[in-house]
């Protein structure tokens, strides 16, 4: 008799006790996701970013990343948050199109569209809201939409014209997220901002207008450290810093000859679709009989160009496998942009070139209660940041493409506080034993 009471009331002990750092029921930290766009692996390494210095210190620097091919935002991003190869989750580019009605959308105006993004593969929000976790995104791509009919638990979609470069905004975006966790009890948040990928494009990446605004995202991580300590926040919040893609100077003429393909084919008369003048990667849908003459009249076009079908596309970049890659995939050497009937003098820098090219390379950052402290970690596929993710959170991971194992060195032992809670429990048991047997 004696003894049942014992063994119940040391069993329920071991149920219920919960870890010290436990806040809003859950024994797993809340993790912070932050995406500046196109910051490229090195652009900290010719500015003073104190902060962001300071984070190494503090936490897990990446030497870089290597984000998917097509190193775009919407596909980049939607690798990163559903742990999947781009032909596994079909947003195979920032524009929604359609081959065979001809439509065209631009990249903000695919942020509220699910049919763009919905394609099976559940991003983390989702998969995590049903295993009982909340979550919220701001101006994360692909936040905006639902899946499988269910949206993000709390979402704000970045509207027309919005401007990427105001600090007090940045600031404000912070403080409103702080919010989401004290007040709201948010599990996991994504937070995204638009540079240095504007910037990159407008002036180039090799300018002072860039360093400059490294500078301003150097203050704005300064702002969010101290953010998370004034809300109590520092034992039990992670925060993963990342990107989509790098960016890379474009090469004009006449220290390169410009690849403008209507130099080799007559469009009108043999495309029945094209997405180019977006960068180094581009697509094409040949008019129905003409597939082979517009591959031959490509193939040797230009000695920076290359030109695949779709079925000879190489497996490492894991695009081939979706419906929505067109016929003939075009990618530019580094630094040449696939321009069609004319070359758009625009953007002095860009990016979707092969993700095998080290300006595609991203940052990566980390650190809070589960991250080391103070470790430089070996380089890594962004597809692998979620399954990390899920560890930190303690969610279930849909299937996906990422490995742990890339990632596993930059974690404490101790993630969700399993064995101190094992511990703490064991010792009360203990000492429960202890007094009922001096009683
Ligand atoms: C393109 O539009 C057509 C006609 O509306 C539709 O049948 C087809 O499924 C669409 N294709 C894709 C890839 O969405
Ligand atoms: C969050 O969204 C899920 C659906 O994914 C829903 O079941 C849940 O009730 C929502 N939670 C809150 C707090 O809104
Ligand atoms: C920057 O953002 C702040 C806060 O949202 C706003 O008050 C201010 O007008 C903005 N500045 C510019 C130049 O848009
Ligand atoms: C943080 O903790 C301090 C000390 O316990 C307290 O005074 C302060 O109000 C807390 N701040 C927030 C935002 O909860
Ligand atoms: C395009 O097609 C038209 C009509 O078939 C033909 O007259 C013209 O020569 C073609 N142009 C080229 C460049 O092949
Ligand atoms: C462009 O092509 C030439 C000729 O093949 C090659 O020497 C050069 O390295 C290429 N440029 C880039 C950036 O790959
Ligand atoms: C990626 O993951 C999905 C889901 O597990 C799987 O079906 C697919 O074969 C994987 N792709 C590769 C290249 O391993
Ligand atoms: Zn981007």
């Known amino acids: 008799m004696k003894l049942e009471i014992l ?25 912070l996701l932050i995406s500046f766009d196109g910051f490229r692996w090195n652009y900290d390494q ?6 962001l210095d300071k984070l190494v210190q503090e936490g ?51 942020l509220k569209r699910s049919e763009w993004w919905d394609n099976g593969a559940l991003p983390l929000w989702i998969t995590a809201q049903n295993q009982g976790l909340k979550t919220a995104s701001y101006f994360y791509p692909g936040g905006g939409v639902s899946y499988a009919g269910q949206s993000v638990n709390r979402s704000l979609v970045e509207t027309f014209g919005h401007a990427d470069d105001n600090e007090t905004e940045w600031r404000e975006k912070i403080d409103t997220v702080m919010g989401w966790y004290t007040k709201d009890d948010f599990d996991f948040v994504t937070l995204y901002y638009g540079e240095p990928d504007n910037v990159g494009h407008r002036v180039g ?16 991580i300064g702002y969010l450290t101290e953010s998370i300590q004034k809300n109590n926040l520092t034992d039990h919040l992670n925060v993963i810093i990342t990107s989509d893609h790098g960016m890379t100077t474009i090469k004009k003429s006449p220290e390169v000859e410009e690849i403008k393909l209507s130099n080799y084919i007559n469009f009108k008369n043999l495309s029945h679709f094209e997405l180019l003048d977006y960068g180094g990667f581009g697509m094409l849908r040949p008019r129905k009989g003409k597939e082979q003459e517009v591959f031959d009249a490509l193939k040797h076009a230009h000695p920076n160009l290359t030109v695949y079908k779709k079925e000879d596309i190489p497996e490492h970049f894991h695009i081939a496998k979706n419906s929505r890659i067109q016929d003939l995939v075009l990618i530019g050497d580094l630094g040449f942009n696939l321009n069609s009937r004319y070359i758009f003098y625009v953007n002095k820098g860009d990016h979707s070139f092969s993700n095998q090219e080290m300006d595609m390379k991203v940052i990566f950052r980390a650190f809070g209660p589960d991250f080391k402290k103070n470790v430089l970690a070996e380089p890594f596929d962004s597809v692998s940041i979620y399954p990390l993710m899920c560890k930190l959170l303690g969610v279930k991971p849909a299937p996906n493409n990422g490995s742990l194992s890339d990632t596993e060195v930059m974690l404490v032992n101790d993630i969700g506080g399993n064995a101190g809670r094992m511990q703490m429990s064991i010792s009360l048991f203990a000492t429960t034993i202890l007094i009922l047997a001096v009683i």
């Open 7 to 31: 063994l119940a009331f040391g069993f329920s002990l071991f149920v219920d006790s919960k870890p010290l750092s436990n806040i809003g029921g859950r024994k797993f930290n809340k993790l």
């Open 46 to 51: 010719d500015v003073d970013t104190p902060n």
């Open 60 to 110: 897990v620097k990446a030497k870089y990343i290597t984000p998917p091919m097509i190193t775009m935002t919407s596909p980049s991003h939607f690798t990163t948050i559903t742990g999947r190869w781009i032909e596994d989750h079909g947003v195979v580019h920032n524009m929604m199109f359609n081959s065979t009605t001809l439509l065209k959308l631009s990249h903000k105006a695919t």
């Open 205 to 220: 990446p090799e300018t002072p207008q860039r360093k400059k605004i490294i500078e301003q995202i150097d203050r704005t």
